[in-house]
Each structure stands twice: as structure tokens, then as C-alpha cells.
């Protein structure tokens, strides 16, 4: 199978520089739902070099950034799953970064903690999942846009 994040679909591209990516993900597990990506294939973080690092710090900065810009989340979960027993899917190393709202979860305490629960969540419905959290065009367009005034 090729790598969805070294060959991502063009309209799920919103920044790219010499070193990394920033896409809207396929299976939003909220509304802007974003990833930072490497651009060079690297699945663990011991592989990824200096530049590469400091460039996906810069790039979450970037992501939420441009994201309380346009959709204005009350916070964000930012985290990386590295490993398949971390439950890392896909094998090029990607930040996640999740915009989060007041209320939009019932029990939102612990963020990211929870992610040794051993719970059938309903968000892991990749479907249902994006029907529910994929932005409408209108709102990719803004996200789009802020992405292209670059950052401050
Ligand atoms: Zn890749």
C-alpha cells in the first residue's frame, strides 16, 4: 500500500515547506483535526533528525496557529502515537493535533491519558466518524486561506 502521508491527496494538503506537511486527517477524530507530518519517510522518532524536529514543533505551533484562527477551539489535544503498542497505524511518523471544545465530549478530564482505556469508543467508527467531524468546504477554503498568509 502506498503511504497516505508520503503521498497525501492533494486536497487534504494545507502547508508544506522543505521538511514537513500539515494535512487534514481522513478519520477526524474531532472537528480540525490536523496532522504534522515529516515530508521524508520516517516511522520512529529516533530516526527523525534535528531539523526535522524542531520543524514539527514549529508545525503544531503553525496548526494551532491557523486553527484558533478559523475555528476557534476552546483547546486542543496534541500527541503522537509512536509504536504499534501505542496503536501507531500508519508507519510514517505523524503529530496529531485535535481541537477541542467545551462540551464536546462528555468526560473530557485526562485527555490524552486516556489512551490506555481499554474502551470501544464511538469515535473509532472511521465512517460515522467522518460524516460527523469533516469540515464543510467552506470552512477547509478559510482554513486553506489562513495556511496561506503564513504564519505570524
Ligand atoms: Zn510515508
Not at 502506498?2 to 522543505?18: A, T, W
Not at 490524552?112 to 482505556?117: P, Q
Not at 481499554?118 to 467522518?130: G, H, I, P, Q, T
Amino acid at each position: 500500500m502506498e503511504c497516505p502521508f508520503c503521498n497525501p491527496r492533494p486536497e487534504n494538503v494545507l502547508y508544506e515547506d522543505g521538511l514537513i506537511r500539515i494535512l487534514l486527517d481522513s478519520y477526524p477524530a474531532n472537528r480540525g483535526h490536523l496532522l504534522v507530518v515529516p515530508k521524508r519517510h520516517v516511522e520512529r522518532w529516533e530516526e527523525l533528525r534535528d531539523g526535522e524536529k524542531s520543524a514539527l514543533v514549529r508545525g503544531v505551533d503553525l496548526a494551532m496557529e491557523k486553527l484558533e484562527e478559523t475555528l476557534k477551539p476552546d483547546g486542543f489535544n496534541v500527541g503522537m502515537n509512536l509504536g504499534r503498542a501505542a496503536g501507531q497505524t500508519v508507519p510514517h511518523l505523524h503529530v496529531h493535533v485535535i481541537p477541542r471544545w467545551e462540551g464536546d465530549c462528555k468526560r473530557p478530564r485526562g485527555g490524552v491519558r486516556k489512551a490506555v482505556l481499554d474502551v470501544e469508543d464511538e469515535n473509532l467508527n472511521l465512517k460515522e466518524r467522518w460524516i460527523r467531524n469533516r469540515l464543510g468546504d467552506d470552512e477547509i477554503r478559510a482554513l486553506r486561506e489562513a495556511f496561506l498568509e503564513g504564519g505570524t
